[in-house]
């Protein structure tokens, strides 16, 4: 099995910053992408963004320019730098890694348990 614990995340006022992380641990053989997802009260979950093994990286058009995200393959860790934050972009925050348990290439998504980020005006 594969966790993923998440942690960061909190109250910060419009224009502010704040940090995740998540680690994964667990048996696999690679963890081909990680990344971050949020869900809105109301909404549905959406990807914010991820970084694959490579380094290459994908993101939602919203956090484009003040969101980066970076990743330590040594230590299975994925960090997402949040500056300039929105009250839109309250939400739980959700890391997912997508891994691959054996040498076969066959991938599983895996989540940790969402962190709370919460955006004042």
């Known amino acids: 099995q594969v966790q993923l614990v998440e942690s960061g995340g909190g109250l910060v006022q419009a224009g502010g910053s704040l940090n995740l992380s998540c680690t994964a641990s667990g048996r696999f053989f690679s963890i081909n992408a990680m990344g971050w997802y949020r869900q809105a009260p109301g909404k549905q979950r959406e990807l914010v963004t991820i970084i694959t093994i490579g380094g290459r990286t994908n993101s939602a058009d919203s956090v484009k320019g003040r969101f980066t995200i970076s990743r330590d393959n040594a230590k299975n860790t994925v960090y997402l730098q949040m500056n300039s934050l929105k009250p839109e972009d309250t939400a739980v925050y959700y890391c997912?890694?997508?891994?691959?348990?054996?040498?076969?290439?066959?991938?599983?998504?895996?989540w940790g348990q969402g962190t709370q980020v919460t955006v004042s005006s």
């Open positions: 997912n890694a997508r891994v691959r348990r054996t040498i076969t290439p066959r991938e599983s998504d895996y």
